[in-house]
């Protein structure tokens, strides 16, 4: 164990400023051959007044610093302890900032010793960690902390967490050490202080890595993979119909697998129904409440006929939540119960994997890697000795980690197959091993189309399928079918070819070429000169669309807070639209003439490559496959601003407030009821597709003309919630609302007004849903404006957070918050108990009417003489109102109220549609303060 001091300090202030404000609290801990061997912890007088909400952060108040001693009086036993010591603190540059700057007021030398930030050592060592803030890690490692923003029980989690670290560190291989001393010379913390006397004692050890679980190849230390043994031999199955009824019924067994297990009649029905589809080679829509358990009805039936014939099932979701709550839940729990074993394997398309070669090729030089680029390669570095699977949703990379994630991810046009040293090792490829010998695949929908449209080269050859989260299945297929493509994207591209005075591709095929002595057919200032040309063309195109999307007065906002535009290329008029047409096939030219250069470029390479050393050919196979972007990327041009199909619809978004050639160009697919049904259906012999949202008006009409199955004549299976919702929720629908049509500030005010009201019923726990961003904002801003934060903790997505997952999270760990959001906050989120108890349903979820998709799908529907607002908007909207009121009630303890503050839906004649699309809840209209009194009764129950 490390025999280094190390002083643990935290420190509580009136505000953020270290040149302004003053310490109020200090508490510190000494840390010391494992050990906590000292604490110290002092109020200190700041000889000013503390801010209220200071006081409301840390509970520190005004009396309990009038007596206490000032800064000057503390320090001199603080500075004791520093002697010889390392500083560490979580966030180290606030306290020490506010440390130094009270020394120097005060006449003591400032401390010079070495620093350790806590934040930045987590994140490094800690790479899978959802979040970094003192409170959750505190958490996740079962740590005591009772009172967080108090300064001594801070500095004594932080202690905890600093001994837990410093632990993990002793245990690193010796090379994985060694890689992270020269990564993390150029981070913020003096780490290489901390390394160096681990480094030499693992030196003179006489143990190796490998004898503690490592795999050490090529310089880089990966977690050792245990040998799965086939289990199938004179295997006897049991019939499905007879383990049901003997072990579902057996209250006892099952509950020593499964908490709180209760015989659930609609769940043994999805099981037969499957299992019958399955067997009569036939297609098959199940609608599954909310609490059937519908995960277990479909996985049961799916592992018994993989078993029974010998023949795999794919299970495909649409996020990525669903997959783990499948792979690390529900399949454990079954392979406990079912009397024989069985596989199962997660495949993801292969950017989710890391590619081992390309990560080895980036650990050989750091020297113009920005600061995440740093740290992201110290967590691949770390998370190697502890993945089994490579895949980066394992990881919680900074934000600029993405973008090396991007060079370092696996792809196809970039892989050496059996050629590449790291082939037995590489994660992609031992998925796709798994997945063979797996009789379950679990999968997601994207890459299931990504199978459909490269003629099922990916995904090991299955005819059963099934398809949970399905009302999302026609939107995957249209979004992988359709084509997009935006500046960022291309920035991003060029940024990786480099030039020949630019570090990039270009540069490294210029070595190689240098170095065998090889003469150009091209000369350098050909490629200098075109990739200039064409990088100014580019950011001249996307300027101007940007220009015209703000030009045409039809556009419209998005859920995201784009501006949107919908284009025909063919009727499109004006001098702008002209310049843009030229401009267009002045970029085709250009990405035509470039890659014909890069390709001439290397032409002399491939003709010797024989003679590269590995790591020379990965760099020429690198080089090619972005040769192979750049030429995708010149089809996708063509086919969204050089071409038109009367069958697609296209459209332009912008960031109004964003840089001026921010601009993203969408293409997608009108109908694609054909090609579901000749491309996928037809050629599968059974597909399950499942959902708590599946019907509308009772009946599957409208899904199985979406996605074309009309001609296969699916069964049906309609399975409602277990719940008791008569008695566990209620639904309120305010009758004093403005007119859901008026977008005044207003109608912003009225909705504000009312919601801060019910927060104070039900003291938050609170999830606002809105069909708009901008609304969001609104609503947000005056709410805050109104009351602040102090009683209630406001979290907006797109506001506090764009990451569904931080916010909900933070939304669980806080008292009273109110939770606003949009788009994926309709469906998906799983916040059972207590910590939501009222949902507000802000506006009915129709999609806008200028939606490009939903504009061209009326167009057509039209055409045909049908009724879109029946057949498409309402129905659609029907889909996503029950998958908002789905966020509510998510166990038999659940209580909570819906509110819909839209008018519609007690006003017009379609608004009973949504009523009768729920499970039958007591509906209440009244004015809001007759509401909040029968809402205030109601909880006191």
Known sequence: MIETRFVVVDIETTGHSAEQDRIIQIGAVLVQNGEIIKRFTSFVNPQMNIPSFIESLTGITDDMVALAPTFEQVIPELLQMLEGSFFVAHNAQFDLSFLQAQLDEVGYRLFQGPVIDTVELSRLLLPNEESYKLQQLAESFNFQHDRPHQADSDAEVTALLLLKMLSKL????????????????????????LLEPIITRK????????????????????????????TDQGLELPLLSGFVSETFTNSAEMHKIFPNYSVRQGQLKMIAAVFAAYESRSHLLVEAGTGTGKSLGYLLPSIFYAKAEKKRVVISTHTIPLQQQLLDQDIPKLKKL???????????????????RKFEQRLQNHGDDNYDTLLSKGQILIWLTETLTGDVEELNLPSGGRSFWHEVQSESNTCLGPQCPWFSRCFYQQAKKAAQTADLIITNHALLFTDVAEMQTIIPSYSQVVIDEAHHFEDVASNHLGVSIDFHKLAFLFNRLGTTTQKGYVQAILSITEKYGLSLIVDKKSIEKKIESAKVEIDELFRMLHSYVLKMKKSSSTEIGRLSYRYRAPSEQGTLWQCILECSLRVHSFFIELTQLLEQFVLSLTEVMDNFS?????????????????NEVRQNIEQLLLEYDPNAVYWMEIEEKGAKNATYLYKKHIHLSETLADQFFAKKASVVLTSATLSVKGAFAYM?????????????????????????????????????????????EDIADKIIKLAQVTKGRMLILFTSFVMLKQT?????????????YLIGQGINSSSRSKLIKTFKQSDQAILFGTS??????????????????????????????????????????KNPFMNLALPQAILRFKQGVGRLIRSEQDRGVIVVMDQRISTTRYGKMFIHSIPDIPVIKANTDELLFELKEWYKK
């Not at 004898?211 to 993979?225: C, E, N, S, T, V």
């Not at 069964?715 to 008569?726: G, Q």
């Open 704 to 748: 199985i003309e979406r996605l074309g199955l009309a001609d296969f004549g699916p069964k049906t299976l309609m399975l409602p919630s277990p719940f008791d919702y008569a008695n566990q929720s209620k639904l309120y629908i305010p009758t004093d609302t403005f007119n859901i049509n008026e977008q005044s500030e207003r109608f912003i």
């Open 170 to 193: 002793e245990n690193l291989p010796l090379i994985t050490l060694q890689k992270l001393k020269e990564i993390t010379a150029r981070l913020k913390s003096d780490f290489h202080d």
């Open 203 to 230: 030196l003179t050890s006489y143990s190796t890595d490998a004898d503690f679980g490592y795999d050490i190849y090529r310089q880089i230390a990966l977690r050792k993979k245990s040998v799965a043994m086939d």
């Open 614 to 630: 590995y790591k020379e050919k990965g760099t020429l196979n690198d080089f090619q496959g972005l040769i192979t972007h750049f």
């Open 338 to 356: 079912l009397p024989f074993p069985f596989r199962a394997a997660l495949l993801k398309g292969r950017n989710h994997y890391l590619c081992l």
């Open 780 to 792: 947000y801003q005056k709410i805050k404006e109104v009351m602040g934060e102090e009683e209630f």
């Open 824 to 865: 994926s906050f309709w469906e998906g989120i799983d916040i059972p108990g207590e910590d939501l108890s009222c949902l507000v349903i802000v506006r009915l979820p129709f999609s806008p009417p200028d939606d490009p998709v939903l504009q061209a799908r009326s167009e057509q529907m039209k055409l045909e003489g």
